[in-house]
């Protein structure tokens, strides 16, 4: 039988970590381990107990969610945790910082409940949360920022030209069974070239190559090939 998901709530709500828990500790498949009311008790309690996954809010006083995530993905002893952020607003500021930061998507606390579920066990199976839509906002947000790019595009220079057009779809907001149609390749071949992506892009999921496709330059905020 395969052991049911852990997680951490972080939130510095005392209401809603309640509620988060109720409806976990009902959902077959999940278990609370524990909750934090701030960054820096987030992280404490990540230490001790390696939860697969982290429901972390954003605005918390003191050390707030995303140098909390930052901490947490950064750490040897809780780099495999995976973090899920909680926003109160639709591409809240901090989300882009967030995904940089190590976080493997970002939900509204306003989710259905089954949604919520269903997004614990898509991160905790080492996927990212990021629907396609969700993705296509990401990168309209993105555009707007004025800071500078973080990954020089010589990066991508170790990068196949097929590898170079997989992180190109997948940075437009393609799934992976769109980009299978797309490039008439099996869903298998789709996923072994991400696979090698994560590796040389040395990113943690999805949610970073659509950072490292936009910061790298390979595709212009019009979605065109740079």
Do not use: W
């Amino acid at each position: 039988m395969n052991q049911p998901v852990s997680v951490l709530i972080a939130d510095d709500q005392a209401l809603l970590r309640g509620s988060f828990r109720v409806l976990l500790e009902t959902a077959p498949g999940l278990r609370v381990v524990g909750e934090a009311s701030d960054g820096a008790e987030a992280i404490a309690v990540a230490a001790k107990e390696r939860p697969d996954v982290v429901l972390m809010d954003v605005r918390m006083p003191g050390l707030d969610g995303i140098e909390a995530t930052r901490r947490i993905c950064a750490a040897p002893e809780t780099s495999g945790v995976r973090v899920l952020i909680l926003t109160t607003f639709d591409l809240d500021e901090y989300v882009y910082s967030a995904l940089r930061a190590g976080a493997s998507g970002f939900l509204l606390k306003d989710t259905p409940p089954a949604e919520l579920l269903s997004a614990i066990t898509v991160v905790a199976s080492g996927d990212s949360l990021l629907a396609p839509s969700v993705t296509r906002r990401l990168i309209a947000e993105f555009a707007r920022r004025p800071e500078p790019a973080q990954l020089a595009s010589g990066d991508l220079d170790a990068l196949t030209a097929r590898e170079r057009e997989v992180l190109t779809l997948i940075a437009r907001g393609l799934s992976n069974t769109e980009l299978a149609a797309h490039l008439h390749l099996s869903l298998a071949t789709v996923k072994t070239h991400i696979g090698h992506l994560l590796t040389k892009l040395d990113a943690r999921d999805r949610a970073q190559l659509v950072i490292c496709a936009y910061e790298g330059g390979l595709v212009s905020i019009t979605g065109r090939k740079a």
